[in-house]
């Protein structure tokens, strides 16, 4: 806002940037701004797309798993073991609650390799399941090591050292792991309770219990039920041995007698409902269900030729890493008896990968100058761009490592640099040799986010709700979002930030695409940024749009009636600063002509307001 802008060049301690860049990474928000970028990398949606659109309604577990890691700072090595194999890390033997947080959380995590798009309808139930693997191994080797391992499927890499039998000794690893609770016709993705060992062994107990009362209640009414029936039998067969005109009203007294005298078994069956009506008073609280995959038993395959699970030729190929990597880093030893998902992700994660660090640094590199020092973040192989500063590539890397793995940390130092603190403006013409400033001559100025932008907007009217985590999904888990007869029956009228509002694949919310929000069934190392037209006839005629201008003339107009004032009020409500000279006087003669054109002052405030908020200066970051 105009006042952070105000306070911060106020402040003349020498330590003031770095003050306000701690200041914004203790923010709460920090975690909705930059968790979103990671959100990228992981396919995040809420729907699965293809080819039977149903509801993930409990990915956002996912999401704010993440937002919370951003905001905790989870070591970044940490980041990855939890998303690849949270629920095989061991319990404290005398957990906190903190522990008991964090142990739910990785349960979450584990949505990083269940959240891709499948197939769900797929007739070939094995060819449904070694896709899910290909699209499992697709998303890891690119979100990690930069590498594109799954070209790998079908014949040896065409430009990479990665051979056919690398991807298929990976590939065991993710097909040791089950990620549908059912894969009948139309397949539901697994999902797991978000508890502690202790909550689960807590709740299976009270449920062992509960059977056993559901069968005492059950087998007490049976035998009551036998009971009343020879009781009913003797009544009637007195009454019809000896006949009386009466014999239907005796018949109904003797029932009533009969109700009334205690019955050792209705005593019994009592007795029983009530125990296990008291059992369901203690009932524990379900946790919440989270997309996730459980480990299942070990499946090493051979080659498939050409990729073809019909196909497969010569021995099993025991599970594996990339052997080039191997030079560098030993290959894990992979248990007979689980999947190995924990190894994998601890060897990615060991400071001596060669790729991890490097792929990790050059992300939040990308995220903050929109173009990384590898400018191809999910590919460092061959076909992948070169390092434009390799030696600051390694150096980042290193200290990354080397430092605790904090991305905090490597936030600060890349916003304390002198190339992070350049002024976007042009003094002088971009040399020849780098037109597209690769080499960072000054800060490269670019628009921001499609969530961005939809948040600024909410915002500067003083609508955004500001409320923390949940879901916005409105549809019940596995219910369609869409099909071949309706449309996206998802809900984009709140005021939460962008990040919270549902991502449904083959059906994205309008303004996400209108700004480049690209699809959500593969990893998105960076967006794409165009120029087009209903990018600004959005901000023309979106009634978002108008809505928010309204808003902010409404407020400026109750704050002063001084023309001036309102102008200068409208800058800095949108822009964050006050107007110069030739604004002032423009902003001037436009609001006098609007109102000589019929417009009353309110309404004539309210176009300077929208006029503004459709400013390129709105929506780009300097």
Known sequence: ???????????????????????????????????????????????????????????????????????????????????????????????????????????????????????????????ERVDVVDEQLDVVTK???????????????????????????????????????????????????????????????????????DETRDAARITLTAAERRANFARWSTLLANPTPNMLRDALAAAERDARTPLPERETFIAARA???????????????????????????????????????????????????????????????SSGRLELARWMANSENPLTSRVAVNRIWTWHFGTGIV??????????????????????????????????????????SATYRQSSAAHTALPEHDPDNHLLTRFPRRRVEAEIIRDAVLATSGDLDRSIGGTLLGIGDHDYVTNDQSGNGAKYDSNRRSIYLPVIRNAMFGLFTAFDYPDASTPIDCRPRTVVAPQALFFMNAPFVETAATKIADALAAATNDSDQR???????????????????ESRDFLAELERSGLDRPAALARLCHALLSTNEFVTLE
Request: net charge negative.
């Open 1 to 127: 806002s105009a006042e952070d802008v105000d306070d911060f060049l106020r402040d003349q301690r020498p330590d003031a940037y770095e003050r306000r860049v701690d200041a914004m990474l203790e923010s709460k928000m920090y975690g909705e701004r930059w968790g979103r970028h990671w959100l990228d990398v992981a396919r995040y949606a809420d729907s699965n797309g293809v080819d039977e659109n149903v509801a993930f309604a409990n990915a956002y577990h996912y999401r704010d798993y993440v937002i919370d890691a951003f905001n905790r700072d989870l070591p970044f090595n940490d980041f990855i073991v939890e998303q690849l194999a949270g629920d095989l890390l061991p319990e404290p033997a005398e957990p906190t609650a903190e522990d008991d947080a964090r142990t739910r959380s990785r349960i979450a995590a584990l949505g990083f390799l269940a959240l891709g798009p499948k197939m769900l309808a797929e007739p070939d139930k094995e060819k």
């Open 143 to 213: 979100a990690f090591l930069g590498e594109t391992i799954a070209c790998a499927r079908c014949h040896d890499h065409k430009f990479d050292p990665i051979s056919q039998a690398d991807y298929f000794a990976l590939s065991g690893v993710f097909r040791s792991v089950s990620t549908f609770d059912s894969i009948a016709t139309v397949g539901r993705v697994a999902q797991r309770p978000m508890a502690t060992a202790a909550q689960r062994k807590q709740l299976e107990s009270w449920r062992a219990q509960a059977k056993q009362l």
């Open 275 to 337: 125990a296990r009506e008291a059992q369901e008073k203690i009932r524990p609280v379900d946790p919440p269900r989270a997309l996730g995959v459980h480990e299942s038993k070990v499946d090493e395959t051979p080659l498939h030729d050409r990729g073809d699970h019909m196909q497969p030729t010569g021995d099993k190929i025991a599970r594996a890493v990339p052997a080039v990597l191997e030079r560098v880093l030993p290959a894990p030893s992979f248990p007979a008896d």
């Open 375 to 416: 400018d191809t973040p999910s590919n460092f192989g061959v076909i992948g761009s070169k390092p434009a500063h390799p030696e600051l590539l390694d150096y980042l890397a290193r200290r990354f490592a080397d430092g605790g793995w904090s991305m905090k940390a490597m936030h600060r130092l890349v916003m304390a």
């Open 567 to 585: 102008v200068r009020g409208a800058f800095r409500r949108t822009l964050a600063r006050d107007p110069d000279q030739r604004e002032r006087d």
